[in-house]
């Protein structure tokens, strides 16, 4: 048969394109529309099926449901082969397990009512069977089949869940038949892959920068270019990852720009990206968060392409940006280094190929591999839960080639894919390696950074997937083994820590390098201190990713952390001090090293007060009218007054009062007036910080 295209098919069979395209979704056979072409086995199968359903219905009112409908089997087996690629010895081993079910269905049939109450049920039951197994006429199973959401002919499999429900429905007790054992994917998958298996596969990009220097105009102009409508159902989707082709080569871009989700992810234990574009505005220079991008991009030992952008600008000095980022260890070609740089304007598309083109040459002289010819692994880039779809996760495969109906187990989450698309919006069977895709037939949403491994079947997927859930408890025992000074010493005796990674944050530039440097003369012949990043500022929530990615400790001097890097830095289990004075840190650093560090004091935090106001009052100085926005602020704590995530002072309070009263404590959301002992200098803004310290016991 010639190749048939959807509205043709539908002519043959009296339907309406529309119809057909749901029956073949039904048939998991994805089309885009009416002009899709179908292949010859899928076309087949349709007709095939089309008639017998007919047939299949009829017989179904007239026939008892004991008598077997060969028909419908090899239309079963055949629409296996269709959809899952699989061999005619599998369908048949599954033929052969069905009727051990029918037969035990049977046996329970002469079973006394009390027993029949209670069933067993593998992971997948012919819709026949089971309305043997309830007992049930089948037309009223399928009544009940529909309104539970589930379409399915009498001949036809339903899932475990699917018949669990149906089941209980009905008052019976559905017990799972066992099923063999497996611990882990990571048993099961994480092989190495032969080196003479290893194909060259397309890079994975992830764009990086400070804010405003462009990285969204980057990635707008690379797409603008390069994905085109040319190709057929050319519609962009956001699917979180977008392909684009030069010189007939693939590049993958990763569509969620900035060092922040790339370190989340790695945070999770995931690497999705090869090469990091840093872009740099020719007219803005090295900002903060180029210095941040960088250490974050070399804390992922991934290699660094420069973009100097906006070079159409009249204020454009690309030669001054490759100064600055040689002060901050990327060194450019021209300045005797071996990162490339390609000068850019995203606003005009000028060099985009140019940029592409060394994208390439860098994932020719990195090697980037994968087996196509393996079961699919890979990491969730991101995921939600669709109204219509249920759960929609795209993930980029990043070894082996993933299938439309392969069993996937993606964290705690597992099913079978239904469907997949493309960043173009169209259906795809298969995805091989540097792929994204947006599958669907997941049984819950994933997290972005989860890893995904395709597995033999829907059994061991399962099984994997509850074993991962009882397992999470001692997975976030495992993750939470963070460094800290604390367990520093013990870490070290056990060779269990060789480098300890250092994040410093402090209120001016010449702190941080002075940190920097006396940090490193610390280092002795067993362990390095290395510091990762350093900057101007309040701690924020990046630098708590990145120090729990990247397994280091924060140092903050004259700053603080804000509330959100302060409770992330709890949930991740991340280590973060805070000093006034240099001196202390390099103290708190040795002692830690020699196993004597105990601190004698902890300090408590008891709340927080914005000032919302300040008065000038003869005799008491300033006082400074504040709101409690956390905690409760007592009369003879230690306060901190920060701004902008900076403290500017550290002191006492000299009075605490509620209206004209003097208070012991005022709660959050009451309004306070409060003065601070020989300071006058506060500001509307400010933060007061009350706290305590509490002596720790040895
Ligand atoms: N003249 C000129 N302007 C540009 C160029 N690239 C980006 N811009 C402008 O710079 C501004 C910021 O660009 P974005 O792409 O939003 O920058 P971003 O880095 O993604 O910014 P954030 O998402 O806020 O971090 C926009 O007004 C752009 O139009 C360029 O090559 N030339």
């Keep these: 048969m010639s190749k048939l295209r959807v509205y043709q098919l539908a002519k043959k069979l009296g339907l309406s394109s529309k119809e057909l395209i749901e029956k ?412 994204a895709v947006e599958i669907t037939g997941l049984n819950d949403v994933p997290k972005a950074g989860d890893i995904m491994v395709a597995v033999k079947d829907d059994k061991v997927a399962r099984t994997i997937s509850e074993n991962r859930k009882n397992k999470v408890k001692e997975d976030q025992l495992k993750a939470s083994q963070k460094i800290s000074l604390d367990a520093l010493y013990s870490q070290m005796q056990e060779g269990e820590i060789k480098e300890l990674n250092i994040i410093v944050k402090a209120d001016v530039q010449g702190s941080v390098e002075a940190v920097k440097q006396s940090l490193n003369k610390l280092s002795n012949d067993k362990v390095i201190i290395k510091p990762i990043h350093g900057g101007v500022g309040a701690i924020t929530e990046t630098d708590v990713m990145l120090a729990s990615a990247s397994n280091a400790i924060i140092i903050g001097f004259n700053v603080r952390p804000t509330s959100g890097a302060t409770s992330l830095a709890n949930k991740e289990e991340v280590d973060l001090r805070t000093y006034r004075i240099i001196y202390n840190a390099i103290e708190d650093i040795e002692a830690a090293m020699k196993g004597m560090l105990d601190p004698e004091f902890k300090e408590v935090e008891l709340g927080k007060a914005q000032v919302r106001a300040t008065f000038k009052v003869p005799g008491a100085g300033v006082i400074a009218g504040c709101y409690v926005v956390e905690g409760k602020i007592l009369r003879n704590a230690s306060i901190r007054l920060v701004r902008d995530g900076i403290v500017v002072h550290e002191g006492t309070i000299s009075s605490l009062r509620r209206f004209k009263d003097d208070a012991k404590e005022v709660a959050t959301g009451y309004e306070c007036g409060i003065g601070i002992d020989n300071y006058n200098d506060v500001k509307e803004g400010d933060l007061i910080e009350a706290y305590k310290m509490q002596e720790i016991e040895r």
């Design 24 to 435: 073949l979704a039904d048939l998991d056979v994805e089309v885009n529309n009416h002009m899709s072409t179908l292949e010859d086995e899928e076309a087949n199968l349709v007709m095939e099926l089309f008639s017998s359903d007919e047939k299949g219905s009829k017989k179904e009112v007239n026939e008892s449901t004991e008598e077997t409908d060969l028909h419908e089997e090899t239309k079963q087996k055949k629409k296996k082969q269709v959809n899952n690629g699989k061999n005619n010895k599998a369908s048949q081993q599954k033929q052969d397990k069905r009727n051990t079910v029918d037969k035990k269905a049977l046996d329970t049939k002469t079973d006394d009512n009390q027993e029949a109450k209670a069933i067993e049920i593998n992971d997948k039951i012919i819709v026949k069977e089971f309305a043997e197994l309830v007992k049930k006429p089948i037309n009223e199973v399928i009544t009940k089949l529909i309104q539970a959401g589930v379409m399915a002919a009498m001949n036809q499999e339903i899932d475990f869940e699917t018949a669990e429900k149906i089941a209980e429905g009905f008052g019976f007790q559905v017990v799972k038949k066992e099923s063999q054992v497996v611990e882990d994917v990571d048993d099961l998958i994480i092989e190495e892959d032969n080196e003479e298996d290893l194909k060259a596969r397309p890079p994975v990009v992830t764009v990086m920068g400070h804010v405003d220097h462009g990285k969204t105009s980057l990635l707008d102009a690379i797409r603008e270019t390069k994905v085109t409508a040319k190709e057929a159902g050319g519609i962009t989707q956001h699917i979180g990852a977008s392909e684009v082709k030069i010189n007939g080569k693939k590049i993958v871009f990763l569509d969620t720009p900035g060092h922040e989700a790339f370190t989340a992810m790695r945070a999770r234990g995931a690497k999705a990206t090869d090469i990091a574009i840093l872009v740099v505005a020719a007219d803005d220079g090295v900002m903060p968060q180029t210095i941040e991008a960088i250490n974050h991009a070399k804390a992922a030992e991934v290699p660094i392409i420069v973009a100097i952008n906006k070079i159409d600008k009249p204020g454009a000095n690309p030669d001054r940006v490759k100064q600055e980022l040689s002060e901050h260890g990327v060194l450019i070609e021209e300045w005797g280094g071996d990162i490339i740089s390609v000068a850019v304007s995203a606003l005009q598309g000028t060099n985009i190929d140019e940029l592409l083109e060394m994208i390439l040459l860098v994932a020719e002289v990195e090697e980037f591999k994968a087996n196509p010819n393996r079961n699919a692994v890979g990491v969730v880039i991101e995921a939600q839960l669709d109204k219509g779809r249920g759960s929609v996760a795209t993930v980029l495969v990043q070894n082996g080639t993933l299938k439309v109906g392969d069993s996937v187990v993606i964290g705690n989450t597992y099913g079978r894919i239904r469907a997949m698309i493309n960043d173009k919006g169209k259906p795809v069977r298969i995805a091989t390696p540097s792929t």
